[in-house]
């Protein structure tokens, strides 16, 4: 298993062949409002030194949430848009040179990216997206760690610019256990967590923590512009009324836009027809469901209306071959039969 040999190599990797990145995201220059979101960004690395207690802790930590993986067994799969199963380990290729995070593994952590004095060099004008550890033995192969960075866990010093931070200001206080008070911190701070969303050695991530790692590397930004293409195709039918409450709920429900972009992979919306939305009523009635029509189409009111909607055209009652037991998901993988 990829990871039970992922975690040996960190095992046999010295912890002073430790280092610690920071990677920000700021939008790019003179970007149109209508361009790809995955093209709107750029992600740059910066490197930070960490004394021996930090690199101690880094690398303590990436051996023991490793180590967890490999005693859970946990299933190995393909990365998929929608699943059910959060207790899985996925793998996603890094192949798309398009993707703006694509130039990050590939050209800026193994260029001995620039080093950084303090934080709020490089937060005036970028946001703090993400920390990565990086791993390297004596044959120069690499093993990188990612984890989110929420805003919030971030502060600079008050005092310390008079450039306009976009970081709430706070007041940051530790209690010390030995005068038993509540003291102030002085200086920047960033939380680094006892956890990591993904792995990323050879080309391929393997993620731990799915919505963690698609907010990394801009999927889910990606999936909702992609929702907004799902909504005009589903429109070319010209079989389904009510599509604007659907395109309300993409700019308030983000929930919705991996549903919508799951359609674009079965493609069942495109023969879309009266003879199958009388098929998906049936389904639904079969169920205790009530699928809206009107005027021969599928009739959208509410946000009852777009889960059940969304519902049929995703296939989502499915039936078990071997039991006959009937099952409720979005997920699952399209198979070929051989009779």
Known sequence: ?????????????????????????????????????????????????????????????TKEQLNGLVKRKTELHEYDVITDDTAQLFTYQMTNKAMSFYDVVNNQLVSNPPKIKSLEEIIIDEDLWAYCVGFYNDEDEWIYTFRKILAAKVAIDENNSNKKSKLQKTLRTIFNSQSQKLELIEGETVNLDKQIDCIYY??????????????????????????????????????????????????????????????????????????????????????????????????????????????????????????????????????????
């Open 1 to 61: 298993m990829i990871i039970e040999e992922l975690s040996h190599k960190v095992d046999d990797i010295s912890k002073d062949n430790t280092i610690l990145y920071f990677i920000t995201r700021v939008l790019k220059p003179e970007v149109k409002a209508s361009s790809r979101l995955m093209n709107k960004y750029l992600f740059k690395a910066y490197q930070i030194d960490v004394n021996d207690e930090i690199r101690e802790h880094l690398y303590t930590l």
């Open 202 to 339: 050879v080309d391929t991530f393997y993620i731990v923590k799915k919505t963690q790692f698609e907010q990394i590397i801009g999927l889910e930004e990606e999936y909702k512009h992609l929702a907004n293409e799902v909504v005009v195709e589903l429109a070319s039918t010209k079989m389904i009324e009510g599509l604007e409450i659907i395109e309300k709920q993409i700019n308030e429900n983000p929930s919705i836009h991996k549903k919508l972009v799951r359609l674009t992979k079965l493609g069942n919306y495109k023969d879309l027809n009266l003879e199958i939305i009388n098929k998906m009523q049936e389904i639904c009635k079969k169920y205790g469901e009530t699928l809206k029509l009107k005027d021969g189409k599928i009739f959208i009111e509410d946000e009852n209306d777009i889960t059940l909607t969304l519902k049929v055209l995703a296939d989502y009652y499915k039936l078990g071959e071997v039991s006959g037991k009937a099952y409720g998901t979005y997920a699952g993988k399209q198979l070929q039969t051989t009779q």
